[in-house]
């Protein structure tokens, strides 16, 4: 068994609630509240602008100029999706462009950006891929299985398009290669480090669809 597919057998229970939080269920069915995804977008925007620089800072601890490259193109990717959301979404539906982090938002960005500087690089590696492998899944299970027409389909598209499939996969190589040679110890850093991206996942989707402001 590869090691990724451990992980995804110990992250199930979360990606199921991510699956079946209502959120996507809503969104699948074309029902979500528009104020919550516009709340989701402008949240997605942020996030992934510091994503970039967590991909990036993991990228420059890489052990290949092979893997340097691909975290170098994943963090392109990630600035050219944000710049997309602000051509497409943020004019379609008025979204202004100020905006701060909610809560959820702002733990995941945080939790991202400090594994990447202080963790090792196999560590990094882990805690980045829930973004990429559950983003992909639940494009997945929502195109697959979703109401048509559907105002929310370009969304849809971007996640469960040929184009991300491919980063995607490419992720998942790196995070195997990595764990063929790593220590007992590092696994389990890098197991507990992918389960507490995968639970700050579902923060972020449960933080968009209760419009999560700062209490104080």
């Known amino acids: 068994m590869k090691f990724t597919d451990q992980l995804w057998t110990e992250a199930l229970p979360i990606y199921e609630k991510i699956k079946l939080h209502p959120f996507n269920q809503e969104l699948k069915n074309g029902t979500l509240p528009v104020e919550k995804f516009k709340f989701y977008i402008l949240q997605d925007s942020l996030y992934l602008a510091d994503f970039a620089r967590a991909l990036a800072t993991a990228g420059t601890r890489a052990g290949t100029s092979n893997e340097l490259l691909d975290f170098l193109q994943f963090a ?11 051509l497409s979404y943020f004019k379609e539906y008025d979204i202004p462009y100020e905006g701060k982090k909610a809560p959820g938002c702002f733990a995941y960005t945080s939790y991202l950006m400090a594994v990447s500087a202080f963790e090792s690089y196999e560590v990094a590696v882990a805690a980045l891929l829930p973004c990429f492998w559950i983003y ?75 419009l999560e402001k700062w209490e104080v």
Request: proline share 2%; with cysteine.
């Open 136 to 210: 992909k899944k639940i494009g997945d299970y929502i195109y697959e299985s979703q109401v048509s027409p559907n105002p929310y389909q370009n969304w849809i598209d971007a996640y469960a398009g040929e184009d991300f499939a491919h980063s995607v996969e490419k992720a998942l190589t790196i995070c195997n290669t990595l764990a063929e040679t790593a220590s007992e110890k590092t696994r389990k850093q890098m197991t507990e480090a992918y389960l507490t991206a995968s639970r700050l996942e579902y923060v972020f989707w449960d933080s968009a669809y209760r």
């Open 76 to 86: 392109q990717n990630a600035i050219l999706v944000e710049r997309a959301l602000h």
